[in-house]
């Protein structure tokens, strides 16, 4: 069970735009920023979304996240194809034992 | 361009040490201003961080497995390494090493391409 919640999966035809939500509490999302990971199949996850809505230098403009309170969202616009990844968030959290905590992912698929 | 590798066992029996190196090239360890991560993917699963090390040689651990984890660094090898104690099935995984600006966030900018671990006699 992840700390973060995410949905198992998404989808959208290509040109769509599609949003996968992330949700936590008060000690992670709500208290500190939201991080973005694309994973495709069979390679290390890419940073793709820093500090709730920065994106790093080679990340097309298509992606943008978003952060509200103790939620938190990535939005992907004109999809295509080369999206279909694995897609998870990320968090500080400040809990007694503070660590790092992920969402267990969000499979998209470009139909 | 930072590149990082990780090395190691791809097998280890239950109840063992599993023990993994992570090669950093083209930056410097111990030039400072990073910290130096593991995490872990169970096969099909999510991530888990495990925790990171700085080139002073201090750590901060995952608490859920702080008992069994021991990070280390060797600034003139430009490597940190990994230690996991008293194995079971439950840590097989893909392990990677990655690199963090930031000590108290996920701001994982460089990867290494992952290992695969398996615990099994």
């Known amino acids: 069970q992840s700390v973060l919640t995410q949905p198992p999966s998404a989808s959208g035809t290509p040109g769509q735009r599609v949003t996968i939500s992330c949700s936590g509490s008060?000690?992670?999302?709500?208290?500190?920023?939201v991080y973005w990971y694309q994973q495709l199949p069979g390679t290390a996850p890419k940073l793709l979304i820093y500090?709730?809505?920065q994106r790093p230098s080679g990340v097309p403009d298509r992606f943008s996240g978003s952060k509200s309170g103790t939620s938190a969202s990535l939005a992907i616009s004109g999809l295509r194809s080369e999206d279909e990844a694995d897609y998870y968030c990320?968090?500080?959290?400040?809990?007694?034992?503070?660590?790092?905590?992920f969402g267990g992912g969000t499979k998209l698929t470009v139909l | 361009q930072v590149q990082l590798q990780e090395s190691g066992p791809g097998l280890v029996k239950p109840s063992q040490t599993l023990s993994l190196t992570c090669t950093v090239s083209?930056?410097?360890?111990?030039?400072?201003?990073?910290?130096w991560s593991w995490i872990r993917q169970h096969p099909g699963k999510g991530l888990e961080w495990i925790g990171y090390?700085?080139?002073?040689?201090?750590?901060y651990y995952n608490p859920s497995l702080k008992s069994r984890v021991t990070i280390s660094v060797d600034t003139s090898k430009n490597q940190f390494s990994l230690k996991l104690s008293s194995v079971t099935a439950a840590d097989t995984a893909v392990y990677y090493c990655?690199?963090?600006?930031?000590?108290?966030?996920?701001?994982?900018?460089?990867w290494g391409q992952g290992t695969l671990v398996t615990v099994s006699s």
């Open positions: 990655a690199r963090n600006p930031d000590s108290s966030s996920p701001n994982f900018d460089y």
């Open positions: 083209g930056g410097s360890i111990s030039s400072g201003g990073y910290y």
């Open positions: 090390i700085y080139y002073s040689g201090s750590t």
């Open positions: 008060s000690s992670n999302i709500g208290s500190n920023y």
């Open positions: 500090r709730n809505n």
């Open positions: 990320a968090a500080w959290d400040d809990s007694l034992s503070a660590h790092v905590v």
